[in-house]
Structure formats: structure tokens, C-alpha cells
């Protein structure tokens, strides 16, 4: 398998890049539901929401690097070749999907910024991308979260297609994505 995609597989960038994803976004799903095991001020509390934030910009910075693989190496071609609506139902996923990776850090971004906390990032401190506003913190916070609870029905839909196209279809949709054993 090479670095780069190929007209029957994904290269192994763009499957590193894929698992990876999966991996930073489950972790920041997790870091969110699960800090309330710590109560509030402690010190495993803090350590969640700074994992949050740090693991979601970690996703906006790779999202970029995940967008121009792709715009380099075109996604290989599903065989059998699905239906039209199916296919054109794919892209719009994929680009919900983008989308999530993109606004819901970058939204968390303005959120800190607003509220005029620190932006941690593995021992940086990023810039504020604005001045304090209570109001547009507030507002940044419920898109935020709204975007983020959308991401678990899409995160979903994207596994329950690999499944449907792997089990019910039979095509390579699913085959494409995992890592060869060549």
C-alpha cells in the first residue's frame, strides 16, 4: 500500500489520517460527557476540559491537512458503482462531516476568546480570536453544542453507511478505508 490513494484504496495517509480523526473526535466526545465525574475546581476536572480544547484544535488543524489529501488524491471509485442518490448523499455527509471538524473547534475557539480564558494548546496558549463578550460567548456556546450533539448522529450515519455498504451493498466502500494486510 502506498502513501498515497490509488483508483482501488485509500492510502495509508488518508486511512492514518481517517483512524486518527476517529480517535481525537471520541476522545473529545468522551473528554466532554465524562468531566463531570470530577467535581467542579478539581484538578481532573480541569485536566478534562483542557484535553477537550487542546484534542479540538488538534481536529481543526488536521481537518486541513485531511482536505488537501483529498484535494491531491481523489477518493478511490466504490465498486460495484453505488446508485446516484447514494453517491450524491455521500458527498453531502462528507461534507457535513468537514464542517464538523471545522466549526465545532473553531467555535470553541471564539467561546474561550470570548469569555477571555486561556486557549491551551500543548503548552501553548493560542491567541484570543476577539475581545470578551458574555453575550457572543453565550451564543458561540450553543452552537457549539448544538453542532457537536448534531456530530453524534452524523458520526453514525457515516458508521452505519460503511456498514450498509459492507453487508447489504457488498461493495468495497468499507474495504477501501481499512489498512492492508500487504
Known amino acids: 500500500m502506498t502513501w498515497k490513494n490509488t483508483a482501488s484504496h485509500y492510502g495509508k495517509l488518508s486511512i492514518g489520517l481517517h483512524w486518527l480523526m476517529l480517535l481525537l473526535i471520541a476522545t473529545v466526545y468522551f473528554t466532554m460527557e465524562y468531566r463531570g465525574l470530577f467535581p467542579k475546581g478539581s484538578d481532573g ?3 478534562m476540559k483542557q484535553l477537550h480544547f487542546m484534542l479540538g484544535l488538534s481536529i481543526l488543524a488536521l481537518v486541513w491537512l485531511r482536505i488537501l489529501t483529498r484535494l491531491i488524491a481523489p477518493a478511490p ?6 446508485p446516484k442518490v447514494q453517491t450524491k448523499l455521500a458527498k453531502l455527509m462528507y461534507l457535513a462531516l468537514y464542517l464538523l471538524m471545522i466549526c465545532t473547534p473553531l467555535l470553541g475557539w471564539l467561546l474561550l476568546s470570548a469569555e477571555a480564558k486561556p486557549i491551551p494548546f500543548f503548552g501553548l496558549e493560542l491567541p484570543a480570536l476577539l475581545s470578551k463578550d458574555h453575550a ?3 451564543l458561540f456556546e450553543h452552537w457549539h453544542v448544538w453542532i457537536a450533539q448534531a456530530g453524534y448522529w452524523l458520526i453514525g450515519l457515516h458508521a452505519s453507511a460503511g456498514l450498509f455498504h459492507h453487508y447489504v451493498r457488498g461493495d468495497n466502500a468499507l474495504r477501501m478505508m481499512l489498512p492492508s494486510r500487504k
Open 77 to 82: 471509485l466504490i465498486q460495484p458503482t453505488p
Open 136 to 138: 457572543l460567548a453565550k
Open 45 to 47: 476536572r480541569a485536566l
